[in-house]
């Protein structure tokens, strides 16, 4: 790139990797202790059973399994529908950021379509199924890409444009739907806290990633002419530049995709607007829906649920959408079931493929291990002066 925002700066900083005997970095992996795995799963059967038993009851809804089990069948195989047309959408957005790009990686060859399917849906299902706002799925995503051939620099840096990418259609609607309903333009109301505060909290989010776009493409190096002194302040500095440089050339380098115009960007659209199309597919499975604004927001609003230290959000994404339909005036029975609903749908069932993806994975990445492996060994057998193999001509 021309800016030098993927290659430039100083060196990364070491990342504290597993490595086997051979040196090699081993897959990411969530170590349990036996009661850490009773505790998560009294958590887990705990929540299951409190948001598709308890809640229904409070909220009059009734048993809700029988309830879901009664839903308009066409509309759920719709909303199933849209939920791969939401990963195929995620998939296309990756290939774009890490395959597509122009750079003099060799790693290409590996990324083919079928890789990059494991990649992005065992990283999805680590995503789900351990808590840490999706830092397990990035983790594994990660060490694949380093896996492949890609250098960690340059992972790192895509990692960060990728999500820059996604996540500003994420902030682009809250900042444009919460307007719109506090305004009065689009249908819905709403009162100041559900609709202006979240388009508050977008606009201080565009302003970070602009004023990180501002930093100089030399700032690591800026900053590491400080830390040449040595001591506890020098190597303060030298940590200081690592996390702003690295996202600075992350945010350039989404923009450069954009510029780009490649057309596999609008991924980015299709995982936000096919996943959101699924709720709003469970509210015609059990009552009319609410204005499309509000399912917008009230979806946007309860996916923040994701931060919160718990396993995929269990609790945390349910309770905050309920609660944000509910500050709207949407019927709370209707409102329950269709939220629950979506989250059958958009959590357990790509969590099962992405677990089988996860296996895949290992499987792919140890094969690339024994091709270097055979690599390194042919090498050695032709180089000049290398003794002939066992039974080989002379």
């Given at each position: ?100 790009r ?69 902030a682009?609607s809250?900042l ?17 806290a ?75 659209l ?76 958009s ?15 290992r499987?792919?990445?140890a ?28």
């Amino acid at each position: 790139m021309a800016d030098g925002s993927e290659t430039g700066g100083a060196t990364e900083a070491p990342e504290p990797l597993t490595r086997n005997p051979h040196g090699e970095e081993e897959m990411p992996r969530v170590r349990l202790t036996r009661r850490q795995v009773v505790v998560l799963g009294i958590f887990l059967a705990s929540a299951i059973g409190f948001l598709y038993f308890v809640l229904p009851k409070l909220t009059s809804a009734g048993e809700t399994v029988n309830r879901i089990e009664r839903g308009d069948k066409w509309w759920v195989a719709v909303g199933v529908l849209l939920e791969v047309l939401s990963f195929g959408g995620y998939v296309v957005l990756f290939r774009t950021v890490f395959v597509k790009r122009p750079h003099p990686q060799s790693h290409l060859q590996r990324l083919n379509w079928r890789v990059t399917y494991e990649i992005t849906m065992a990283g999805l299902a680590a995503t789900r199924l351990f808590a840490a706002a999706g830092a397990g799925g990035i983790a594994l995503t990660a060490w694949a890409l380093r896996r492949s051939g890609m250098e960690p620099r340059l992972v790192a840096c895509r990692l960060v444009a990728f999500n820059v990418i996604l996540y500003t259609v994420y902030a682009g609607s809250m900042l444009i739907d919460g307007l719109g309903l506090g305004l009065g333009l689009f249908p819905g109301g709403g009162s100041f806290a559900i609709t202006f505060v979240p388009a508050i909290v977008a606009a201080i989010l565009f302003s970070c990633a602009f004023g990180l776009a501002a930093l100089p493409g030399d700032i690591e190096r800026k900053f590491g002419e400080r830390a040449e002194g040595g001591g506890r302040l020098s190597r303060f500095w030298a940590r200081a530049a690592t996390v702003p440089g690295l996202v600075a050339s992350g945010v350039r380098t989404a923009w450069d995709v954009v510029k780009a115009k490649e057309w596999g960007i609008l991924g980015a659209l299709a995982w936000w607007g096919f996943d959101i199309a699924v709720l709003w597919a469970m509210f015609h499975a059990f009552g009319e829906p609410p204005p499309f604004t509000v399912i917008w927001m009230a979806y946007f609003v309860g996916t923040l649920g994701n931060l919160l230290p718990v396993p995929g959000g269990i609790g945390g994404v349910e309770g905050g959408m309920i609660g944000a339909f509910a500050a709207f005036g949407v019927n709370l029975e209707l409102a329950t079931l269709a939220v629950l609903s979506y989250r059958a749908i958009s959590f357990w069932l790509p969590t099962f493929p992405g677990t089988v993806a996860y296996f895949q994975l290992r499987h792919t990445v140890a094969r690339w291990r024994a091709e270097e492996g055979s690599d390194v060994l042919d090498a050695g057998e032709h180089a000049p002066g290398a003794p002939a193999r066992a039974g080989a001509h002379a």
